[in-house]
């Protein structure tokens, strides 16, 4: 991802590597299926209870560190990053604690540890091969970033996920799909033992520190009869219930950008399995919601000297929280964590400014119901202005709702179109100027099945 051009995942996903053969052998429950009601004959794909609950998240963080912070390298300059002298790396007031406040500020219910990126550094207590934090001076050889990182994932309460790219390593001179010889997978002796390698380096951070919430592969992974690790057993085995981003045990997409951004509209499933990425389908059959991942600072993944002024605005941040969030996917931010090994002043101030945005704007609701139908009509106490209406469907019974409208009462008993939409999912957040009604009212005007609205709400921003 991270230093890699643009259209890196875009070039690996469409490779064959991710073939049928794959998907049958992942075990993956990433689809199933639900009749529309009882009696009813409509079969739609559904999510698996690890993926609703995944949606229910909504926020995540993503924390981007790296034996490069260390240098000044720029992000293109990856290929560099192998051979560095471990001693560089020492970020002597790391603080994982920090991080979780950062990720608590945002809202943020999970969180994605970058553990071994495309320097190939290992950030964890490893034999593997000679290059990490066990050849550093960081805490005497001793120090394990993983470790302090699950240990505060659990104290906050904040679900921990790890990142570990198999696609690209530069100590083993590695880059996409996964191939020695930067790419030309020549070495069959080397490309076998980095194989070996990405098998042990997955056995421990899958099995040496508990349960993990997401797994992130960033390009995906090659197969093992190419020289790709054989990872679907070692899941199997340490991490059965983990979201897997990307890989052929995918459970959630890469929504086709970083700019935590998605497109309308963006449904949950997809017509092309594990191997899929973009805005999805509505006929798929496939259930794999999608993550927009994006840098606080534009464009950086990782920490760069002087580089504030790149920071996101709130408003901006605010923007993508609707056309992520709101528009049916996880937003994932990243968070740069700087060579003391801290999530730096000014980003930290940032995501409490962000947060607290939120949940001004929808912490409480003017009002908001539930029910099941082609129409559901929600009544307000007295007269109220409002500017936004959140929709949610049960995705547990499938994303049923094809077309629809929002009306609002007005004076006279007349019902006016607010706004309108097609995929509502998870969660659909729309704006408009601001109204003063006593009802609200929506319509579906195409569906798959019987609309079931887990929850409508209206809100008065006022912005």
């Not at 005007?445 to 209206?458: D, T």
């Amino acid at each position: 991802m991270q230093p890699f051009p643009r259209l890196t995942r875009r070039q690996f996903l469409k490779a064959a590597c991710l073939g049928a053969s794959m998907v049958a052998t992942s075990g993956s429950q990433a689809v199933s299926a639900a009749p529309a009601r009882k009696g009813d004959t409509t079969m739609l794909p559904t999510p698996t209870c690890e993926q609703a609950a995944w949606q229910d998240m909504e926020i995540g963080m993503f924390f981007h560190f790296d034996i490069p912070v260390f240098t000044d390298l720029g992000e293109s300059d990856w290929s560099k990053s192998g051979q560095l002298d471990p001693n560089l790396y020492n970020p002597e007031k790391l603080d994982t604690d920090q991080w979780m406040e950062a990720a608590r500020a945002i809202g943020a219910k999970y969180t994605v540890f970058v553990a071994k990126h495309c320097s190939g550094f290992l950030s964890w207590q490893s034999g593997l091969y000679p290059y990490g934090v066990k050849q550093s001076r960081w805490r005497g050889g001793k120090g394990d970033v993983v470790r302090d990182y699950v240990e505060s994932c659990r104290k906050y309460n904040i679900k921990p996920g790890i990142y570990a790219s198999v696609s690209a390593n530069a100590y083993w001179e590695v880059t996409n799909p996964g191939l020695v010889d930067w790419g030309r997978g020549e070495n069959k002796e080397k490309q076998a033992r980095y194989k070996a390698a990405c098998e042990g380096m997955l056995a421990e951070l899958w099995g040496n520190y508990g349960p993990l919430y997401e797994v992130w592969f960033d390009g995906g992974s090659l197969p093992p009869e190419q020289g790709g690790p054989d990872l679907i057993p070692i899941l199997r085995k340490h991490q059965p219930g983990a979201m897997v981003f990307q890989g052929p045990a995918a459970t959630i997409r890469w929504v086709g950008n970083e700019d935590g951004v998605a497109d309308y509209p963006c449904w949950a499933t997809t017509a092309g399995g594990p191997d899929a990425w973009g805005s999805g389908d509505p006929e798929g059959k496939f259930w794999l919601p999608a993550e927009c991942d994006v840098p606080i600072r534009n464009h950086d993944w990782f920490w760069h000297p002087g580089a504030e002024h790149k920071l996101y605005s709130v408003e901006q941040l605010i923007d993508m929280y609707y056309r992520s969030a709101g528009r049916n996917c996880n937003l994932l931010i990243n968070a740069n964590i700087d060579r003391n090994g801290l999530v730096p002043d000014a980003d930290f101030r940032r995501y409490q400014e962000f947060g607290k945005e939120i949940r001004a704007r929808f912490r409480r609701a003017v009002a908001s119901t539930r029910g099941t139908g082609s129409e559901l009509t929600l009544t307000l106490p007295s007269p109220k202005r409002i500017d936004h209406v959140a929709l949610m469907e049960d995705i547990t019974r499938g994303e049923r709702v094809r077309e629809y409208a929002i009306e609002v009462l007005l004076p006279g008993s007349h019902w006016e179109k607010l706004c309108e939409g097609s995929c509502i999912g998870h969660k659909r957040i729309q704006r408009f100027p601001e109204v003063r009604t006593t009802a609200v009212r929506f319509r579906a005007l195409r569906s798959a099945a019987e609309p079931i609205i887990r929850k409508m709400a209206v809100y008065r921003v006022g912005k």
